[in-house]
């Protein structure tokens, strides 16, 4: 038998074929951060529907464009996104990987509605558009395998 020098640095074996290094402290958080984005996100879509369809004369109304809508509509809109991201945000505590591509695919849906709504509210839309890029940033960075090894 040979006998290999223990590195007192390092308390692993040599490297092999099952050797994984130990998880980074930062992604395992990453999913809990994921979800209170988009709880955060749903909730500011929420109000920014309400307020569209009980204080409409927030937002003003410029040129029309393509994708022009009324409104109300517009809150309708923001309030049914908000309500299913705050939703989707809750089920990824679960920390399921199908809870976390329906994350992706749902903060992508509110960053489409969010930049056809920049025109009557510039500012907020493009906070909500940022928040759902740490977001998606969060979800596709995550290891479920080391947050289940640490």
């Known amino acids: 038998m040979s006998q290999q020098a ?11 074929s099952a050797y ?10 990453m999913s809990l951060f994921a979800a209170v ?3 955060m996100s749903g909730v500011f879509n929420a109000v920014e529907g ?3 369809l009980f204080r409409n004369e927030v937002y003003v109304v410029g040129a029309r464009y393509v994708f022009a809508f009324d409104v109300t509509t517009w809150g309708w809109i923001h309030l049914i996104v908000g309500i299913v991201v705050a939703a989707a945000g ?17 903060a992508v849906l509110s960053m489409i509605a969010n930049f056809l709504f920049i025109p ?5 839309s493009l906070l909500i558009i940022a928040l759902n890029v740490f977001v998606i940033w969060a ?3 995550f290891d479920r395998d080391a947050a289940a090894a640490s």
């Open 6 to 16: 223990v590195n007192p640095q390092n308390p692993y074996p040599p490297a092999s």
């Open 20 to 29: 994984r290094p130990p998880p980074q402290h930062w992604v395992v958080g």
């Open 37 to 39: 984005m988009m709880i």
């Open 50 to 52: 309400l307020v569209a």
């Open 90 to 106: 809750f089920a990824l505590m679960s920390g399921r990987l199908f809870g976390r591509m329906v994350g992706i695919a749902i």
């Open 120 to 124: 009557y509210y510039p500012v907020w």
């Open 139 to 141: 979800l596709c960075v």
